[in-house]
C-alpha cells in the first residue's frame, strides 16, 4: 500500500518553537504516531499510512496551534506528551471551545493554558471572585494567577495588582538575613517578581511598582488596610497561619478578587494544622462566589521530571 501525504499550513509559526532542539519533538511525533514528520518552509508533512496519517493529523495540528500561541516559547517533548495524553483522553481540540487566552499588552505572547486542569483554573478565576488553587510545584498556579491579574489591570477591570506571600519558609528566620527590610523580604517575594517580568516589560514593571499600582508585599503587610479595586493573590498560601488567612480574606473590598494559591505537601509552619490553607479547604467550600481548584502532577509545565519526582515523594509518604 503508498503512503499518503498530509501537508499541514505552519505559516507564522517560530520553525525552532514548533519542531524543537534539534527536531527532538517531530522525531518525537514521528515515533509515537507511526508517520514520518517533516518540516520545509511554511509546510509540515505527514507520510505513512492513510490510516496512521489520519489519526496523527489532529495531534499534530493541536501542537501547531499551541506553538502558534506560545509567543515564540519552545515546546518540548513533555509538551508533545501532553497533547498525546489530551487525544488519548479524548478531549483533544475540546480547549478552543469558550477556551480562556490572555493576550498580554506590550508584548507579542498569548498565555494558555497547557493542560486540561490548568484550562479548569482559568476558568474558575475568570468565574469566581475568590480563587483557591491547590496543587504541586510546576503546575502554573501562580504565573497563571499573575497573567489574570494582568490581564484584568489592562483591561481596566481593576485600579491595582497587590501580590502576597508569607515570609515563612524553609525554616528560615528573616531576623538572620543580611540588609535592611527590603533586603530581608526581596527573595521571598522574587519569583513574584519573575512571574510579573515575564509578561510586562520590565520597564512598565518598575514604573507600575513605583506608582503603586502594582504592589509587591508579605502578607503581614496587609494587616489593618481595605484592598478595593484590586487584583489580590496570595502565594504560598500553605504557609499562612489561620488567623492571617482570615485577616487576608477579610481585607477583601469592592471590586476586588482574590487568588489564593497553595501546596499542601510543602508546609513549612512548625505546626502543620496551624495551615491556613488546610483552614480555608474545610470551611469555604459551598459559598457562592468561591471556587476550589486541584491541580496535579497531570499538570506540571516545568521539566519532564519533575512530575515524575512529585509522583515519588508522593509514594515514598504514602509507603
Known amino acids: 500500500m503508498s503512503d499518503v501525504i498530509q501537508r ?7 520553525p525552532l518553537a514548533l519542531a524543537g532542539v534539534n527536531d527532538r519533538n517531530l522525531l518525537e511525533l514521528s515515533k509515537r ?10 509546510n509540515l508533512s505527514l507520510a505513512g499510512s492513510a490510516e496512521a496519517v489520519e489519526r496523527a493529523l489532529p495531534v499534530v495540528q493541536a501542537l501547531v496551534d499551541l506553538a502558534r500561541m506560545g509567543g515564540g516559547e519552545t515546546l518540548d517533548v513533555h509538551d508533545v506528551e501532553r497533547v498525546m495524553a489530551d487525544e488519548a483522553h479524548g478531549v483533544l481540540g475540546r480547549s478552543h471551545d469558550g477556551e480562556v487566552k490572555i493576550i498580554l499588552p506590550g508584548l507579542r505572547r498569548v498565555i494558555q493554558p497547557k ?10 478565576i475568570a468565574q469566581h471572585d475568590i480563587v483557591i488553587g491547590i496543587g504541586p510545584a510546576g503546575t502554573g498556579k501562580t504565573y497563571l494567577a499573575v497573567a489574570a491579574a494582568v490581564d484584568a489591570l489592562s483591561r481596566k477591570r481593576v485600579r491595582r495588582i497587590i501580590l502576597a506571600r508569607p515570609a515563612v519558609e524553609a525554616g528560615e528566620n528573616l531576623g538572620f538575613l543580611p540588609g535592611d527590610l527590603q533586603d530581608k523580604v526581596d527573595p521571598y517575594l522574587r519569583p513574584l517578581y519573575d512571574a510579573l517580568e515575564d509578561m510586562m516589560p520590565r520597564e512598565r514593571v518598575q514604573k507600575a511598582i513605583e506608582t503603586r499600582t502594582i504592589e509587591i508585599a508579605p502578607l503581614a503587610y496587609m494587616r489593618g488596610r481595605t484592598l478595593s479595586d484590586a487584583f489580590v493573590i496570595l502565594d504560598e498560601a500553605q ?14 473590598g469592592v471590586n476586588s478578587r482574590a487568588v489564593i494559591t497553595g501546596d499542601k505537601t510543602q508546609i513549612d509552619l512548625p505546626n502543620r494544622e496551624d495551615s491556613g490553607l488546610l483552614q ?5 467550600p459551598g459559598i457562592e462566589g468561591i471556587g476550589f481548584c486541584y491541580l496535579d502532577d497531570s499538570d506540571v509545565v516545568r521539566h519532564r521530571l519533575v512530575r515524575d519526582i512529585i509522583r515519588a515523594y508522593a509514594e515514598d509518604a504514602q509507603g
Open 239 to 252: 504557609n499562612a497561619t489561620g488567623m492571617q488567612m482570615k485577616m487576608f480574606l477579610t481585607r477583601l
Open 115 to 124: 493542560t486540561a486542569g490548568q484550562r479548569t483554573y482559568l476558568q474558575t
Open 280 to 284: 480555608v479547604e474545610r470551611i469555604l
Open 8 to 14: 499541514l499550513s505552519v505559516e507564522g509559526v517560530d
Open 33 to 42: 504516531l507511526g508517520v514520518r514528520v517533516s518540516l520545509r518552509g511554511d
